[in-house]
Nanobody, 121 residues
Framework: QVQLVESGGGLVQPGGSLRLSCAAS????????MAWYRQAPGKQRGLVAF???????NYADSVKGRFTISRDNVENTVYLQMNSLKPEDTAVYYC???????????????WGQGTQVTVSS
């Protein structure tokens, strides 16, 4: 069993910055990929960025050049640095991780509870 806890959301003015964190804990596990998703009211949840165990990254076109995803493999934590925030970035941001448990090597796909990001003047 793997639990994810997000933090760092809040209210920020357009052009401002926020740094989200997500820490994974629980049974022994190995994480292959961690990602950030977001969901705005009336819209489907969509991928913002992901990072793999070998630190390959990918970003949605809407956030390229503004957001940076990174991870600390020792602490099992993923971060999302968000700069030049726009009102359209307003959403609930969810952390996601997949990998496998040890020693069973059972696959898992875990989600955090979400953290609200509001960009408004």
């Amino acid at each position: 069993q793997v639990q994810l806890v997000e933090s760092g959301g809040g209210l920020v003015q357009p052009g401002g910055s926020l740094r989200l964190s997500c820490a994974a804990s629980g049974s022994s596990f190995s994480i292959a990929r961690m990602a950030w998703y977001r969901q705005a009211p009336g819209k489907q949840r969509g991928l913002v960025a992901f990072i793999t165990s070998d630190e390959t990254t990918n970003y949605a076109d809407s956030v390229k050049g503004r957001f940076t995803i990174s991870r600390d493999n020792v602490e099992n934590t993923v971060y999302l640095q968000m700069n030049s925030l726009k009102p359209e970035d307003t959403a609930v941001y969810y952390c996601n991780a997949n990998g496998f448990l040890r020693p069973t090597i059972k696959a898992f796909n875990a989600w955090g509870q979400g953290t609200q990001v509001t960009v408004s003047s």
